[in-house]
Structures are given as C-alpha cells and as structure tokens.
C-alpha cells in the first residue's frame, strides 16, 4: 500500500495514512527506508495485523516526479483524445459539405500559395541591383524599392490570405450562388502577371520622378539635364514589361493556378443523386 506520514513515533507509535486509514507504525522492525522517517513523507507499506503498517520503504522524490508526469501526461493525451472525439463529426460534414476532391485541391492550393516560390527573376532589375524569388503571398506584400524587395502585411495580402480560406466557408453559407466565390482564388491567380507588372511599372515611374525633381532642385545645367534625360528615358512601362518578360513562372504559381482551375471544376461538378 501507499500512504504519508503525517506523525512520527516518539512515545507514542507514528501514524501513516492510506486511503484515508490511520496506520500505525514503529521504526525499529518496520522502517526499511534508506533515510529517517519525516512528515508528508511518502511511503509504501504492508498492512499488518491490528492496523500496524510494517515493511516500509520510502519513495524517492525522481519517482514519485515521474509518476507525476506520467499522470500529467495520460491526463492531456484523454483530453487531446476528447477534443478530437468532439471534433470528428465538424470534420466530417466539412468533407461531406465540401466534397473530398475539392477539401484535397484547396489543401493543395494553399500550401502552394503560401510556401512554394511561385515567380523567380535571376537577373538584376535597373537600379535595384538584385533579383528575386517569391511565393504567391509574399508578391502581394511586396515592396520594391532601391535597396531591393521588402515585405509588409499589405491589404493586398490580407485579401489574398481571406480569398485562399474562402473554400473553406463556402460550403456552410446559405445564399443561392455562393458558389461563385470558389472562383475568387483563380481571379487572383488569373491576375498576379498584371500585379507583377503595376508594381514594377510604380518603381520605375518613382525612381524617374525622384530622379528628375533631385535633378531640377539643382537647378542650372542639372535641371536642363533633367529635361533632357526625361525625353531619352525609357517609358516606366516599357521598362516594367521588359522585367516581367524575363520572369520565369515557378512550381507555385503552377500548382496554385492548376488547384484553383481543379477547384472550379470539382465545385461546379454535379453530383450524383
């Protein structure tokens, strides 16, 4: 048995609790502990005859720490158990509502949108001096700028990271043709080329404008300069379209763009009566 020492002998016997039993107990011929008896000390004992605790040994402070945490630990595995018992049926009406090809090209649609690099620019841009390669998400939250490409949580992204969770919502809405929304994620996939090209053509438009006003604050021959270079400088959109011509489109773009067309179909796709 297992109890703790709540009294030690002195004239009278000490007193070990089990199980909410009184036991009492001497140290001579019962006490097999490797150190002294001491209150709240754990214990494990023999039920003698007369309610007498004999053969008693100690319980080490490692074991009973890991008896602690094994409790613990089957403690939140019954719990994690529950939660996943209680969140079976929500997940099987997602797969009914939805469909499993579609929930699959969503997955699929999502994990590429956010991990794989979708577009890739190994040369330099003018003026910016680097290349780069992005996935879908990081385009929208892009900033190019002259010491390279920055990211920032822009409303573009939001809006991107809202239209990828769309399917997700779509089965569990009520209204007629709520199933149009399904075709938000490859309306955005459908114009990232444009995004690319809006975004490098405001760089360059930019960087003409800084350059120019740099060179009119100087005034004098700077400013006839200025003139000047402004009628031999390439228009910012010719120079945008030059960058997204050497552009290579990657695996996330692709996957992404396929999963978003396979969503439509499987969305649309009656199913059998």
Same mark, same amino acid.
């Given at each position: 048995?297992?109890?703790?020492?709540?009294?030690?002998?002195?004239?009278?016997?000490?007193?070990?609790?089990?199980?909410?039993?009184?036991?009492?107990?001497?140290?001579?011929?019962?006490?097999?502990?490797?150190?002294?008896?001491?209150?709240?000390?754990?214990?494990?004992?023999?039920?003698?005859?007369?309610?007498?605790?004999?053969?008693?040994?100690?319980?080490?402070?490692?074991?009973?720490?890991?008896?602690?945490?094994?409790? %613990? $630990?089957?403690?939140?595995?019954?719990? &994690?158990? *529950?939660? !996943?018992?209680?969140?079976?049926?929500? =997940?099987? +009406?997602?797969?009914?509502?939805?469909?499993?090809?579609?929930?699959?090209?969503?997955?699929?649609?999502?994990?590429?949108?956010?991990?794989?690099?979708?577009?890739?620019?190994?040369?330099?841009?003018?003026?910016?001096?680097?290349?780069?390669?992005?996935?879908?998400?990081?385009? %929208? $939250?892009?900033?190019?700028?002259?010491? &390279?490409? *920055?990211? !920032?949580?822009?409303?573009?992204?939001? =809006?991107? +990271?809202?239209?990828?969770?769309?399917?997700?919502?779509?089965?569990?809405?009520?209204?007629?043709?709520?199933?149009?929304?399904?075709?938000?994620?490859?309306?955005?996939?459908?114009?990232?080329?444009?995004?690319?090209?809006?975004?490098?053509?405001?760089?360059?438009?930019?960087?003409?404008?800084?350059?120019?006003?740099?060179?009119?604050?100087?005034?004098?021959?700077?400013?006839?300069?200025?003139?000047?270079?402004?009628?031999?400088?390439?228009?910012?959109?010719?120079?945008?379209?030059?960058?997204?011509?050497?552009?290579?489109?990657?695996?996330?773009?692709?996957?992404?763009?396929?999963?978003?067309?396979?969503?439509?179909?499987?969305?649309?796709?009656?199913?059998?009566?």
């Amino acid at each position: 048995m297992r109890g703790v020492v709540v009294k030690l002998p002195d004239s009278e016997p000490g007193i070990i609790v089990a199980d909410g039993t009184q036991y009492n107990f001497q140290i001579a011929g019962s006490w097999q502990g490797s150190v002294a008896p001491s209150v709240n000390q754990t214990v494990e004992f023999t039920e003698g005859t007369g309610g007498v605790a004999t053969d008693i040994t100690t319980i080490s402070r490692e074991t009973l720490a890991q008896e602690r945490l094994h409790t %613990l $630990g089957k403690g939140l595995m019954d719990k &994690g158990e *529950g939660f !996943s018992d209680n969140l079976k049926p929500y =997940v099987k +009406l997602q797969i009914e509502l939805m469909t499993l090809p579609s929930l699959v090209v969503t997955a699929a649609m999502e994990i590429s949108y956010f991990f794989f690099s979708a577009f890739y620019f190994n040369q330099k841009i003018p003026f910016v001096n680097t290349g780069f390669s992005v996935t879908i998400d990081q385009l %929208l $939250g892009a900033d190019i700028g002259m010491n &390279g490409i *920055g990211y !920032s949580f822009t409303f573009l992204r939001v =809006v991107g +990271l809202l239209v990828m969770f769309v399917p997700w919502v779509t089965p569990w809405l009520s209204f007629p043709r709520k199933n149009f929304l399904n075709l938000l994620p490859l309306l955005v996939v459908s114009c990232l080329p444009f995004l690319m090209y809006m975004k490098a053509k405001s760089f360059f438009e930019d960087l003409q404008s800084s350059t120019n006003g740099l060179m009119n604050g100087l005034g004098g021959l700077f400013g006839q300069f200025s003139a000047q270079q402004a009628l031999s400088m390439p228009d910012p959109g010719v120079l945008a379209r030059k960058v997204i011509s050497q552009i290579t489109f990657g695996f996330g773009f692709w996957v992404t763009l396929l999963a978003a067309v396979a969503l439509v179909i499987t969305t649309f796709k009656k199913r059998p009566s």
